[in-house]
């Protein structure tokens, strides 16, 4: 304000002119006001432009993003445990733990619930059956789905939930309305892959999230038109299931209501998300 009204006293109209009590002062504290919020965005936007000095998380991500890496994400807590079954059938011969079983543990005034990642299968010649270092993971499971339309320009393939362990991502496209599914695993890498191969990516995406993405036809599979995508993942509690012993069924297994659950080690290794000066 200083500088523009020494600017305008250099001018003849304005020579006796009285800036401090007129309606010019309002006007000049509104141009100054105004240059100085343009100044401020203007270094906010030059910040953000560089890894080095960028703020906010999408920039920082979006940098990330062009040298090929992507920020660790959650990752959920696990612990093995040991279940043993009585079951009322002595007929019985095998059982079944399907993926998801679900079994419950408290840290402090909080509960948390584990479950399994994979159906397990017990075997016994009489009506006793153990199941023995079994992993658990903390979180629960979730699923995004879409149709893939290429008509659209650049379809996203979105994971919804912030909290995703990206080690327990999973993806099935189902082409010719549901009556093939073909399972894709998850590659990290180009090298050894064909138009045929079906794999698909993870990249960082905005808003702290990530998306999948798939082949063109000639590095990776492309999946059909209108195909439905069905992303399955579990989100988990980072850090705060560490430490859980004991665990607790929250329900039969195959029928059997009659389970003993011991631990063989207490749950650790669960994160929370990369910072952003980890990602810098």
Same mark, same amino acid.
């Given at each position: 304000?200083? !500088?523009?009204? =020494?600017?305008?006293?250099?001018?003849?109209?304005?020579?006796?002119?009285?800036?401090?009590?007129?309606?010019? !002062?309002?006007?000049?504290?509104?141009?100054?006001?105004?240059?100085?919020?343009?100044?401020?965005? /203007?270094?906010?936007?030059?910040?953000?432009?560089?890894?080095?000095?960028?703020?906010?998380?999408?920039?920082?991500?979006?940098?990330?993003?062009?040298?090929?890496? /992507?920020?660790? !994400?959650?990752?959920?807590?696990?612990?093995?445990?040991?279940?043993?079954?009585?079951?009322?059938?002595?007929?019985?011969?095998?059982?079944?733990?399907?993926?998801?079983?679900?079994?419950? =543990?408290?840290?402090?005034?909080?509960?948390?619930?584990?479950?399994?990642?994979?159906?397990?299968?017990?075997?016994?010649?009489?009506?006793?059956?153990?199941?023995?270092?079994?992993?658990?993971?903390?979180?629960?499971?979730?699923?995004?789905?879409?149709?893939?339309?290429?008509?659209?320009?650049? &379809?996203?393939?979105?994971?919804?939930?912030?909290?995703?362990?990206? !080690?327990?991502?999973?993806?099935?496209?189902?082409?010719?309305?549901?009556?093939?599914?073909?399972?894709?695993?998850?590659?990290?890498?180009?090298?050894?892959?064909?138009?045929?191969? &079906?794999?698909?990516?993870?990249?960082?995406?905005?808003?702290?999230?990530?998306?999948?993405?798939?082949?063109?036809?000639?590095?990776?599979?492309?999946?059909?038109?209108? =195909?439905?995508?069905?992303?399955?993942?579990?989100?988990?509690?980072?850090?705060?299931?560490?430490?859980?012993?004991?665990?607790?069924?929250?329900?039969?297994?195959?029928?059997?209501?009659?389970?003993?659950?011991?631990?063989?080690?207490?749950?650790?290794?669960?994160?929370?998300?990369?910072?952003?000066?980890?990602?810098?």
């Amino acid at each position: 304000k200083s !500088s523009l009204k =020494s600017y305008l006293k250099e001018q003849d109209r304005f020579k006796d002119y009285d800036f401090e009590g007129s309606n010019m !002062s309002v006007l000049l504290e509104l141009l100054s006001y105004n240059t100085y919020l343009n100044a401020y965005y /203007l270094q906010m936007v030059g910040n953000e432009m560089f890894l080095d000095s960028a703020q906010l998380r999408d920039s920082v991500v979006s940098h990330a993003k062009e040298l090929n890496y /992507l920020p660790r !994400s959650f990752s959920s807590a696990y612990a093995r445990i040991n279940i043993e079954i009585n079951s009322t059938d002595s007929s019985k011969r095998s059982l079944v733990m399907p993926k998801g079983t679900s079994f419950l =543990s408290r840290v402090g005034d909080d509960t948390f619930s584990f479950a399994t990642d994979q159906n397990i299968v017990a075997s016994s010649s009489d009506s006793s059956f153990e199941f023995n270092d079994v992993l658990v993971y903390e979180g629960k499971y979730l699923s995004d789905s879409y149709i893939i339309d290429y008509s659209e320009n650049n &379809p996203r393939f979105k994971i919804n939930n912030k909290n995703v362990d990206l !080690s327990s991502v999973s993806v099935i496209i189902m082409e010719d309305n549901g009556a093939e599914q073909v399972q894709y695993s998850r590659a990290i890498s180009l090298l050894d892959l064909d138009k045929d191969s &079906p794999v698909f990516f993870i990249q960082p995406s905005a808003n702290d999230t990530y998306e999948i993405a798939f082949g063109d036809g000639v590095i990776g599979r492309r999946p059909k038109n209108n =195909s439905v995508v069905v992303i399955e993942y579990r989100t988990c509690s980072g850090e705060l299931p560490n430490g859980a012993q004991k665990f607790i069924n929250s329900g039969r297994i195959d029928g059997e209501s009659d389970i003993v659950v011991s631990t063989s080690s207490a749950a650790n290794y669960g994160a929370v998300s990369e910072s952003l000066e980890s990602i810098k």
